[in-house]
């Protein structure tokens, strides 16, 4: 049985360089914060949070993508295939938002994750700290007990890493 991706065909980065049609990607700054974080810079700390993201997907087998967003909507870090990342992080902030409010609403406690089931798989949406959202997109036969024990301890990594530069902000 194969799995269909629910983005279609799961392609492989490409790194630095030109890509397959001559097209140099330009280096986009850093979307985290541009102080030095205890000798080292941003670009460290997202270079971090992408590692955390991607050793996930490298966990949990049907992982199509995964990014982290602020609360605000701004994307800080993506592994996205044939999405726009932008956008995803903007929708990501709009369910975080919604989730909280219906958690409020209720009364049981705080806001910890969410889970929308497709067709052809997943969208999880997991509270990375007070200032951040983990989206995970699988696939249909990806095995969301793993999932979650993966994705909650990498929310929980994120939300150390982020707190950090909260830490930063106020000095």
Do not use: C
Request: aromatic share 2%; no cysteine.
């Amino acid at each position: 049985m194969s799995a269909r991706w629910p983005l279609g065909p799961r392609r492989v980065p490409v790194g630095p360089g030109p890509r397959p049609n001559g097209v140099v990607p330009a280096r986009r700054p850093s979307r985290l914060i541009g102080k030095k974080l205890d000798g080292g810079s941003a670009v460290e700390l997202e270079a971090d949070v992408l590692a955390q993201i991607r050793g996930l997907r490298d966990r949990v087998r049907h992982v199509a993508g995964s990014l982290v967003a602020s609360v605000d909507g701004r994307l800080v870090a993506h592994d996205t295939h044939g999405i726009e990342p932008d956008g995803m992080a903007a929708l990501s902030a709009a369910v975080l938002g919604l989730s909280q409010r219906l958690i409020e609403t209720v009364g049981p406690g705080q806001f910890a994750e969410t889970v929308t089931r497709g067709t052809h798989g997943y969208v999880a949406t997991y509270a990375a700290g007070p200032r951040a959202v983990l989206t995970v997109v699988t696939g249909e036969e990806t095995n969301i007990g793993r999932l979650h024990l993966e994705a909650r301890q990498v929310a929980n990594r994120l939300a150390d890493l982020l707190e950090a530069v909260t830490a930063a902000e106020r000095r």
